[in-house]
Each structure stands twice: as C-alpha cells, then as structure tokens.
C-alpha cells in the first residue's frame, strides 16, 4: 500500500491530522511497540520542524514536536524520565486535538493499490 495524496484546503485540517499521527506514535511508544529511534525517524526529527515552520503551523504542535526530537537524549540520559516525558506530550497534544473543531471532509487519503 502505498498513500498516494492527502487532500487538505484547511491548515486546521493538516494540523489535526499531524496531532493524529503524533497521538499515535506517542500511544505506540508508551506500549512500547515503537522505539524512540524509529519515531525519530517517522516525525520527531529536524527536518519535520523546518517543514511545519515553512508551512506556519502552530507554536503549540512545534514545541511538540521539537520535544520529541528531545526524547532521544531523555533516553539516553535519564532512562526513568522517559515515561513521563512521553506521557506530558502525549497530554498536550490530546488538549489541542479537543480544541479543534470536527472535519466534515470525507475522504482524507487516496491510497494507491
């Protein structure tokens, strides 16, 4: 399966789906079904804050995601700090996902077969 297009008009749109996905790599790795590393690699990296910048994204879904770039070091420097560090982001992104307002779209993704 491969995700062809994503169809958004709204910046709330891409906002909310972007708090999906961080929801859910948070949730994955607070199961730990996921690692920090692979994370790393998906959505808390650099790179994905500079593309959120060019595309004016929230101050609050940025620092989300420049703290998980953090998660990392926390792992590797304070290991029993982790769960925790996990667990306020995870918070802080379920609040702006109640703050938005419910999408009356109907298809998100066309997916290729």
């Given at each position: ?24 790599a ?26 959120l ?44 996902l ?16």
């Amino acid at each position: 399966m491969k995700i062809e297009q994503v169809n958004f008009r709204k910046k709330s749109s891409d906002e909310k789906i972007l708090l999906l996905m961080i929801v859910g790599a948070l949730t994955a790795l607070r199961e730990r079904k996921v690692s920090v590393d692979e994370m790393s690699y998906f959505l808390f990296h650099p790179g994905m804050i500079s593309k959120l910048k060019q595309k004016h994204c929230r101050k609050e879904i940025l620092r989300i995601v420049r703290e998980g770039c953090e998660l990392e070091d926390i792992e590797d420097l304070v290991p029993e700090a982790l769960p925790e560090a996990v667990d306020e982001l995870y918070r802080r992104a379920m609040k702006l996902l109640g703050e938005m307002e419910e999408e009356k779209r109907h298809v998100w993704v066309k997916i290729k077969k």
